[in-house]
T-cell receptor, first 111, second 115 residues
Framework: GENVEQHPSTLSVQEGDSAVIKCTYS??????FPWYKQELGKGPQLIID?????GEKKDQRIAVTLNKTAKHFSLHITETQPEDSAVYFC??????????FGTGTRLTIIP | EAGVTQFPSHSVIEKGQTVTLRCDPI?????LYWYRRVMGKEIKFLLH????????ESGMPNNRFLAERTGGTYSTLKVQPAELEDSGVYFC?????????????FGPGTRLTVT
């Protein structure tokens, strides 16, 4: 079945440094890759997404890259701030009307 | 616009008891999804409603789980009888019909603990 692997499971970075979270997916037919941020006590919120027809997308301090050949995509957060601390989930849309999620990365920004 | 709401936020029950979780989607969203996250694992799809109809329930673990969406508005997810492995956070999400299926808005979740 569809599978999304996410690494690392935990990540600590100094405030101001960059953070990178990586995911791989199994189904080459996947065409949409969203990233969700879950803060304490809240549900996952979409922060950025990328479709299979582009290789990179950027939104201020957040960027996502996609390598379709290797079937992996990554989230890059630059100039990290304390409010970036959260659990981040990658996901892939396999065209069967449901999202398959990774296992999550707990990002901690150290002041 | 009010977001997706879920009730209760927490539930602690004993093995063998019954629990019913409720989700109120964003008004006008015909697509409604249930997901579950077991401690430290991925968020797993349970099922998808389009209005009051079950479009896909392939993720439902077993017949102890029953989801309903009478009238196509709010949805309930009943677990009966609950087992220890049912513990986790249950998320509900909704999206517009005809919109991008993947633009799903999530509720805050219900944390279920079965003891």
């Amino acid at each position: 079945g569809e599978n999304v692997e996410q690494h690392p499971s935990t990540l600590s970075v100094q405030e101001g440094d960059s953070a990178v979270i990586k995911c791989t997916y199994s189904d080459s037919a996947s065409n949409y890759f969203p990233w969700y941020k879950q803060e304490l006590g809240k549900g996952p919120q979409l922060i950025i997404d990328i479709r299979s027809n582009v290789g990179e997308k950027k939104d201020q301090r957040i960027a996502v890259t996609l390598n379709k050949t290797a079937k992996h995509f990554s989230l890059h957060i630059t100039e990290t701030q304390p409010e970036d601390s959260a659990v981040y989930f990658c996901a892939a849309f396999f065209g069967n009307e449901k999202l398959t999620f990774g296992t999550g990365t707990r990002l901690t920004i150290i002041p | 616009e009010a977001g997706v709401t879920q009730f209760p936020s927490h539930s602690v029950i004993e093995k063998g008891q019954t629990v019913t979780l409720r989700c109120d989607p964003i008004s006008g969203h015909d697509n409604l999804y249930w997901y579950r996250r077991v401690m430290g694992k991925e968020i797993k799809f349970l099922l998808h409603f389009v209005k009051e109809s079950k479009q896909d329930e392939s993720g439902m673990p077993n017949n102890r789980f029953l989801a309903e969406r009478t009238g196509g508005t709010y949805s309930t997810l009943k677990v009966q009888p609950a087992e220890l492995e049912d513990s986790g956070v249950y998320f509900c999400a909704s999206s517009r019909l005809g919109g991008a299926l993947y633009e799903q808005y999530f509720g805050p979740g219900t944390r279920l603990t079965v003891t």
